[in-house]
């Protein structure tokens, strides 16, 4: 639990509700004052407490935060509930790794089903640093995707992956999205060491997502009452942090997640992708 509520990292854009949250996660309970002043050493910047307090009333009314007196601390139903989503992610998640060693032989048709959006994320991250569609060849990587791919159940050990697979093999990616959570991952995306990636492309591909790698090519597509979720989950968070918050809520903590990878030969349809990849990319 205590290595969970590490994840959401400290940086420039980090707002004063991560920070309260990454606060109250370390010490609790804390007067008005104290988050505070908190805030105030741990960003380096002035917060006035009066935009602190309004932060703590949302947090409040969005079940986030319990007040006691005049000190504030986590909602403890919050963190079972979060504690108990991420488990069952995790659960989903073990069960599908066993599948990824089939990828070996790739002379047919591949389908994979999932029920877990993080499993779907760090599968195909997987699929890429190994190498295993391009026999240990370095190919670049070119995605246009609906939203941004990423895993609900973050960890250190995911963005490490993302790093691992930056590394192994040049990565591209056009995002049709331009929510506030498809910018979040884009600059996850480049920070992590992307060549290029921007939101608001421009594409005619019907698949959610469609992927390149070597001569294969790598479509990802969801349920219809998946596509709903996801597309009112990009439009209401703008980060990882209110991504647990948001995750949290029964309305999207309860929805039936179904998606299908398909990865298949076709040298045609995987240049395709690289050519419109870098042209949209290039505008």
């Given at each position: 639990m205590q290595e969970f509520w590490s994840i959401p990292a400290a940086h420039g854009n980090t707002t004063v509700k991560d920070w309260t949250i990454r606060i109250l996660t370390q010490e609790w309970p804390l007067s008005l004052k104290q988050i505070t002043e908190r805030v105030q050493q741990q960003s380096g910047k002035t917060v006035s407490q009066q935009a602190v307090f309004k932060t703590l009333q949302d947090l409040v009314r969005q079940k986030v935060v319990e007040k006691h007196d005049k000190s504030y601390a986590l909602n403890k139903e919050w963190i079972t509930h979060l504690a108990k989503s991420v488990q069952d992610l995790q659960t989903t998640?073990?069960?599908?790794a066993g599948q990824l060693p089939a990828l070996g032989k790739l002379d047919t048709k591949t389908v994979i089903e999932f029920h877990d959006p993080s499993a779907v994320a760090v599968t195909v991250a997987q699929i890429l640093a190994s190498r295993v569609l391009t026999q240990g060849k370095p190919e670049p990587f070119y995605g246009i995707k609906r939203h941004g791919l990423w895993p609900l159940r973050f960890s250190f050990s995911d963005f490490e992956l993302l790093k691992e697979m930056t590394k192994s093999i040049p990565c591209y990616c056009a995002v049709i999205g331009n929510d506030p959570f498809d910018r979040w991952v884009v600059e996850q995306y480049l920070k992590g060491g992307f060549k290029k990636s921007k939101t608001g492309a421009k594409a005619e591909f019907k698949e959610w997502d469609i992927m390149a790698h070597g001569e294969y090519v790598l479509?990802?597509?969801?349920a219809k009452e998946t596509e709903q979720a996801?597309?009112?989950?990009?439009k209401q968070i703008n980060n990882l942090s209110e991504l647990f918050e948001k995750f949290s809520q029964e309305e999207l903590s309860k929805f039936k997640f179904q998606a299908t990878l398909t990865i298949e030969r076709n040298p045609d349809l995987a240049r395709l992708i690289k050519e419109k990849c870098m042209k949209i990319l290039e505008e």
């Open positions: 998640y073990e069960n599908h479509t990802i597509q969801y996801i597309e009112y989950l990009f």
